[in-house]
């Protein structure tokens, strides 16, 4: 049972990868959550892990945030939700370059129909999950939150971007909603229990997932996009932070906007541990603590990819409180487990 007293909060995306780790984070400090999410990458079956782990079923809306009637009619049967989460898009570069209608199409139009529905209902506090990809290619590493922003690599990312301009617009005007942006970097790993962790129903993208894929024979092999790059060993470098880490970083960002009458408009924090990891190092993490040998290829760079990035998070740290404590053989780990446990090859306790 939700607690009926807690502050209500919408999480949208709720059962993909992030947004169903949020909502574990977000129960467990006393929050009562909903959700949307239209299952175009995910499905339900996220909803029994969650109710595990934490003893909460959670109702989640079967809502395509593109349909604003639909959408408007979630805030009028829940006049009490006091914060929103808005994780839900699309969210593969590869796929963004192929199709950039369907990212543009669902990704802005998404976010206004949820704040034409935030508007109209009077609830106030927005999280929007941003990208690191709104830097494009980095002239500075780590990335603070005023690096400047670059050409965008992917209509993926200019979807973020986008999704950051209209946020900042809006909030130079009187509108009573207050937003914070959480640009990502590199999410990964998996629940601990191993009861949740990421499986899209689209074709898996992220290193991570391609990596335990690999290794359980959903795949062949995996290719590692570029040796080539100016980088330690060739290949790209990225801040692989623990979903767990991330969700919590959530839950900060709400308390912080309920415990922060005058926040800067659409204020930035970057979530990244602030270490870059190199694609091949992180292959070798995996191979350590899975003792299993990867089967990777060497192929051509990937269209999109940006060769280099890793934050600074000194404000989220010390503005939000938060504080990451997963390390990359923890990330590794926790995704081994979860995709194993898929294959029903690992039993949780
Ligand atoms: P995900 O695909 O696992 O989850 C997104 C969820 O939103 C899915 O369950 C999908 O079904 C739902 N959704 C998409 N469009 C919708 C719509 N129009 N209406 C209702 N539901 C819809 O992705 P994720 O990895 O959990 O990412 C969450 C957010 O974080 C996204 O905005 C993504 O762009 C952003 N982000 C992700 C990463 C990453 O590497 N995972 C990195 C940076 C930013």
Aim: with cysteine; glycine share 8%; net charge negative.
């Amino acid at each position: 049972m939700q607690n009926q007293n807690a502050k209500k909060i919408l999480v949208t995306g709720a059962c993909g990868y992030i947004g169903s780790h949020t909502v574990v984070d977000l129960i467990n400090n006393g929050y009562e959550v909903i959700g949307i999410d239209n299952f175009v990458n995910s499905d339900d079956s996220c909803l029994n892990g969650i109710e595990e782990i934490t003893g909460v079923r959670v109702k989640n809306y079967e809502v395509d945030l593109c349909d604003l009637a639909s959408t408007k009619a979630v805030f009028e049967q829940n006049q009490d939700i006091v914060g929103v989460i808005h994780f839900a898009a699309l969210k593969s570069v590869p796929e963004s370059v192929l199709q950039p209608l369907s990212y543009y199409h669902n990704n802005t139009e998404s976010l206004i129909n949820l704040i034409e529905a935030m508007d109209c209902l009077n609830v106030r506090n927005l999280i929007f999950s941003s990208s690191c990809s709104v830097y494009g290619n980095a002239e500075e590493l780590p990335v603070t939150e005023s690096t400047p922003m670059k050409e965008a690599q992917s209509p993926y990312a200019r979807t973020k971007q986008i999704g950051e301009d209209l946020l900042r617009d809006l909030g130079q005007t009187d509108s009573k909603i207050r937003s914070i942006l959480l640009r990502y970097f590199n999410p990964a790993g998996a629940h601990p229990s191993g009861l949740i962790g990421e499986s899209p129903l689209n074709t898996a993208t992220s290193l991570v997932p391609v990596i335990t894929e690999t290794a359980i024979g959903k795949r062949e092999s995996m290719m590692v996009y570029g040796d080539d790059y100016i980088t330690r060993d060739g290949s790209c470098v990225r801040d692989f932070i623990h979903v767990m880490d991330l969700a919590n970083a959530h839950t900060k960002a709400l308390q912080y906007l309920f415990s922060n009458e005058e926040i800067p408009p659409a204020e930035i924090f970057n979530l990244g541990i602030g270490t870059g990891v190199t694609v091949l190092e992180a292959i070798h993490a995996f191979e350590e603590v899975s003792g299993q040998k990867l089967n990777y290829k060497i192929g051509p760079r990937r269209e999109g990819d940006v060769i280099a990035i890793y934050a600074n998070p000194a404000k989220a740290i010390s503005k939000l409180g938060w504080t990451p404590t997963f390390t990359i053989e923890e990330i590794m780990r926790s995704a081994w487990r979860w995709q194993m446990r898929t294959k029903g090859l690992y039993e949780s306790s």
